[in-house]
């Protein structure tokens, strides 16, 4: 590239030649050098590290690493769903070319009649749903269409990391407000229902700059499930200083316990102030069909359809169709035994509560979460025994660990740290995020395998503390029988002497008694 | 002081110009749809096959896939693209899987525009490229092509429509960070000579300017043109994003699959983008794709390759549409390349020069409105590509896509014909 600024003087050193005298050369080398393009756009400074990079190499690197780091299933979807692609790619062919912009019509129709019941509000398939490239596009497409330079967005953390990139991308100020755990009994076990937001310090972040408010419940990486009380919270807030709520509900059918997902835009006054956002790849097990969709009220939703006309127009034809007949077989089934939605959260339950026995066997603290697909687990304890790990200057503990842990483990996971913003990551520095969406195969494996590597070391440390106390038995006997003789050669030695006295004093009387004796003879 | 909704980013570019005509369409009976982008026959069986074997094949196709391209499909971009560019192209540092051509150009404008770039495009453009750059705080410049004269009688080719060298170079100042080429060129249908792509290189590289050179129609080119990509020519591949669409290339807009090919030190920009906008494509719409692409690399350059067989289908319909076209007195240009074809309806514009519509309304766009009423053709007026303050120097143009079915043809001639009639004293 052309960026050399010698190259780009010498470009001007010729036509300069033919300039008056006054315009010397260094000025104009001056200018040349101060006005050499910048190449990108200033919208990415600050938002071009990818947090993942590191670990998904580490973690490819490395021989036999179980990936419990990304948030993906490794089990087939349900067969519906599969058979719905299929059917999708097999049929119509004319589901082969462009659709409508906004969506499939038969997604956004059902897609409206479906979350319509759900929140309580008449849904216009044309008016209030868009139908995005994932909910990660949907968020994308909410910051461009509403945030701008200067709109503060308030955050919870711990939160997706995307949100503040996207903040920043959108010029946008990210302001934090962070989850904090109350304290529990010591012996039980933390669950992401502790974690709560201190309701006059949120109130504290809501100022007459605030665009948005972005609400993540089931939330990634906590697994908290925002209660009615927390919502009506932020819901009056937000109703208070005219703040958008941007919802990602993605994680909305994977909830546990027997918690409830509430909808903020269900609540009353929201619905006009809030846009809803949801994954076809987390309901239906699909990440890799990239279907998203936002709801909401006409004025807001037709800022994302601008945004949307302009960066990628439509979305994938028959990956819709597939979502839509997902979506109509969902609708029969709702609230029944054979319900996906009832299923799969029974299914996850029972992989989260295999991994939570899992990680305490090996000394971790999982904080047990009411939904989505993590739990993030408490590393004090090997923070306290090994603070010393291999990593850059001021990495967070965090990140060590989980490097360490995918080369000596062979497990993966991913710093909690990630999903905070710099300021704030000592306080979080020793949690790691786990995703227990995973085949109970791989899980039993894993940590069996750990717990044996665990066992082993155990083994060895008790032979080894075996074999220690041996030796200073051996050492103890040693030193006993050294003293036993030196006290024996003391004590002959000085039975010698004793008896010499003794003898000595023998004799002594012997003279004394001896004359009579010798004279009788 | 009441806070403003929206960020300003979407000021002047909130309007769609397609979404009158399309609803005017759907009111009315029986309108044969010459306007939209889009083949209303099958995909070739291969790439059908290929879909069909993605979504019953390994159950992990139905999650994420690596952010900038599945592997396989970045590994054959980059072997395929390759030798047409005459570089050796890394998939991991030089290809980036896009949802859509669409979608590449916007990563594009969004990586590298910012406030106060000026961005050379050249007119008639596809539509998107002036909102992008708008979006992206950019200044679109605009640039002409003009048409040279041509013999009384003689049909107008895209070949005639060329840039003036002189005015193309005034364009370029030093503010300039992008210069958009489009060859195959929609909605002319002019395929770019290696002479024209020289001179915009040349000025490029003086300049200092970026190419983004959207080659959707890469391999719809016709009467023995060769397309040519710019970033094969001498010092381009280091300041070329080059674009493509498997939609396009397949026939399959639908999937919503695109790519940018480009040297990492621009490429590196446009990962940014994409993490922090869509972060991955749809897994099994690329498996499919490189399947595709796979199938055509053995065929390539073979009379069984759909890169032969389809431009040559092609332009039978093409030549079909033109001399339907011409029966009824309008004057198509001859599209060398793309989906697409602009016609002159000045004769209509004299003949009827008040047809309802807005006060400002461009001819053209009244034009529309009126033959999809009265004569149940829709196709879309050529202003809507041309820059505001140049609009009046195109309203006697509208533009068809000819790629369509036999049948959609035969019923384009029905109406022809009966236009035709009432044409008759």
Not at 356 to 376: A, D, E, K, M
Not at 396 to 401: E, K, N, T
Request: with cysteine; net charge neutral.
């Amino acid at each position: 590239m052309f960026r050399n600024a010698t190259a780009i003087c010498l470009h001007l050193v010729g036509p300069l030649r033919g300039k008056k005298s006054g315009a010397s050369l260094t000025r104009c080398l001056h200018q040349t050098l101060t006005m050499a393009k910048r190449l990108q756009a200033r919208r990415l400074d600050g938002i071009d590290h990818s947090p993942w990079v590191e670990f998904v190499k580490l973690a490819s690197e490395e021989a036999d690493v179980v990936n419990f780091g990304e948030g993906f299933p490794d089990f087939s979807p349900p067969e519906f769903a599969v058979e719905a692609f299929q059917h999708a790619v097999s049929g119509d062919f004319m589901l082969n070319q462009y659709t409508k912009a906004f969506g499939y019509p038969p997604l956004t129709k059902i897609l409206a009649s479906f979350f319509g019941k759900l929140l309580g509000q008449e849904i216009d398939p044309l008016k209030n749903v868009l139908v995005t490239v994932g909910a990660y596009g949907a968020l994308f497409t909410a910051f461009q269409a509403l945030v701008d330079e200067g709109d503060e967005v308030i955050i919870v953390e711990p939160f997706f990391y995307c949100y503040e990139p996207m903040t920043l991308m959108a010029g946008g100020r990210p302001v934090f407000v962070s989850l904090k755990p109350s304290p529990i009994q010591k012996g039980e076990p933390d669950s992401s229902s502790n974690w709560q937001l201190d309701p006059m310090e949120l109130a504290s972040k809501f100022t007459s700059r605030t665009k948005a408010f972005i609400l993540n419940t089931p939330n990634n990486p906590l697994g908290k499930v925002f209660s009615r009380e927390e919502l009506e919270l932020v819901a009056s807030l937000c109703q208070q200083h005219d703040v958008v709520c941007i919802t990602d509900e993605v994680y909305q059918w994977l909830v546990f316990d027997g918690f409830q997902h509430i909808s903020i835009a269900s609540l009353p006054g929201m619905w006009e102030r809030t846009l809803t956002i949801g994954s076809a790849g987390k309901t239906f097990s699909v990440t890799g069909w990239k279907v998203g969709w936002v709801l909401g009220p006409d004025r807001l939703m037709k800022h994302l359809r601008t945004v949307h006309q302009n960066s990628i127009d439509q979305c994938a034809t028959q990956c819709q169709a597939a979502v839509a007949q997902s979506f109509k077989r969902e609708q029969l089934h709702f609230g029944q035994p054979s319900s996906y939605f009832v299923q799969f959260p029974q299914y996850i339950q029972r992989c989260r509560d295999h991994m939570i026995q899992s990680l305490q066997s090996v000394g971790l603290r999982p904080v047990i979460p009411q939904g989505s697909y993590f739990l993030i687990t408490d590393i004090s304890d090997f923070k306290n025994k090994m603070p010393d790990l291999p990593g850059a200057a001021n990495e967070p503990y965090d990140r060590r660990f989980v490097k360490w842990m995918i080369k000596n483990k062979g497990l993966m996971a991913i710093p909690v740290s990630t999903f905070i913003s710099v300021p704030h990551q000592k306080f979080f520095d020793h949690y790691i995020r786990f995703c227990f969406v995973k085949g109970e195969h791989g899980q039993r494996v894993e940590w069996r395998k750990w717990k044996q590597q665990k066992q082993e070391e155990k083994k060895k440390w008790k032979d080894l503390k075996m074999t220690k106390k041996l030796e200073r038995q051996r050492a103890q006997e040693e030193q006993a029988k050294r003293q036993h003789e030196e006290e024996a050669a003391a004590q002959s030695e000085e039975r010698g002497l004793v008896h010499a006295v003794v003898s000595a004093l023998c004799q002594d009387r012997v003279r004394e008694d001896a004359p009579e004796t010798l004279m009788s003879e």
